[in-house]
């Protein structure tokens, strides 16, 4: 994952969430096709109640039952956590720091106790310390509750290649990321790393965002060809945007129009013609996006209901908007 995709996943707008928290009923499913899986129920409001995809990444695998510690659980696992629904019904993370240290070949060890000096704060339970960037993330996203007691010093380590400052936690892993700025602390991506562990599976580059194609070009009117509702010479280059007609009721007299773009449009000035007869049928007002409308015709007869006659719309520059053949 490159820095670029690292920093849309900051963590934003987190305010000491907890790690704990009863799970609410909800059974409606949440999918993303960046990984084909979904999110429901207890987990799914806990995912998005505690930071959603900033926090805890996409989800890598379906929830599934797994034994956690010796106890029989409904997990999920997700590309920064694994969300694990408790026999009493709570949701917790795992205890993923703890996990990736041990599956390394270097499980945590009691620190030494050394006193915490200034800008730190010390863990006798643990005998390590957090300090700088990584003490104030740690205050400032939840603690003990959301990250557990450091189990690591601050040490050096490579990630993709680069070597970064990062720090272990009993659930997380913290990265300083100075390329991305100062003091920039990213969470590790440590659901995907013990998952792909545990199935003996290499691990996959994270997928990288696909440039997004520009929208298409609105179809542009032709030169205006407005002439007193002659038969207009470009009819076939009528575009059919960003009003369209969609029938012309020619017993009825009425005339049926639609806004096909995504803004309000204004029909003030517009014209729209009986070519047979030579005649204007009044069209007005405003149409929402999207909006079909009817427009009546004036008293007596404006559309021939013998012999073709076919209906043109052109705007208030004279440019032919739709054309409708009858």
């Excluded at 915490?116 to 006798?124: E, I, V």
């Excluded at 207009?232 to 009003?243: K, S, T």
Aim: hydrophobic share 35%; with cysteine; charged share 15%.
């Amino acid at each position: 994952m490159g820095p670029t995709l690292r920093l849309l996943m900051i963590l934003v707008s987190l305010a000491l969430l907890t790690h704990a928290a009863p799970a609410t009923a909800q059974t409606d499913q949440r999918c993303f096709p960046e990984t084909g899986q979904c999110v429901s129920g207890p987990i799914r409001a806990y995912w998005e109640r505690n930071g959603g995809l900033a926090v805890f990444g996409l989800p890598i695998a379906a929830q599934a039952a797994e034994t956690i510690e010796g106890t029989p659980l409904q997990v999920q696992w997700f590309e920064r956590d694994r969300l694990e629904i408790q026999p009493d019904g709570r949701v917790t993370t795992g205890r993923l720091g703890v996990e990736r240290l041990a599956q390394l070949a270097t499980p945590w060890q009691q620190g030494p106790g050394a006193p915490a000096g200034p800008g730190c704060t010390a863990f006798p339970e643990t005998g390590h310390k957090i300090c700088g960037a990584f003490a104030a993330y740690w205050r400032a996203n939840g603690g003990l509750e959301r990250f557990g007691f450091p189990v690591t010093g601050e040490v050096t380590t490579e990630l993709e290649g680069r070597p970064f400052t990062v720090q272990y936690f009993e659930r997380r892993r913290f990265e300083l990321h100075p390329e991305i700025g100062p003091n920039v602390v990213l969470l590790g991506l440590l659901g995907r790393e013990v998952l792909n562990a545990c199935q003996g599976q290499p691990q996959p580059v994270a997928p990288q965002p696909q440039p997004v194609a520009p929208p298409p070009s609105a179809p542009q009117p032709p030169a205006p060809s407005y002439n007193n509702c002659q038969a207009d010479p470009n009819a076939g280059a009528a575009p059919n945007f960003p009003v369209k007609i969609v029938s012309i009721d020619k017993r009825a007299e009425t005339v049926t129009l639609q806004n096909v773009s995504g803004e309000a449009l204004s029909l003030d000035g517009w014209i729209m013609c009986s070519i047979k007869g030579n005649q204007q049928h009044p069209v007005g007002g405003t149409l929402a996006p999207g909006e079909t409308k009817i427009f009546a015709g004036p008293a007596g007869n404006i559309w021939n209901n013998s012999e073709r006659d076919d209906g043109a719309l052109y705007n208030q520059q004279g440019q032919l908007i739709s054309y409708w053949p009858d």
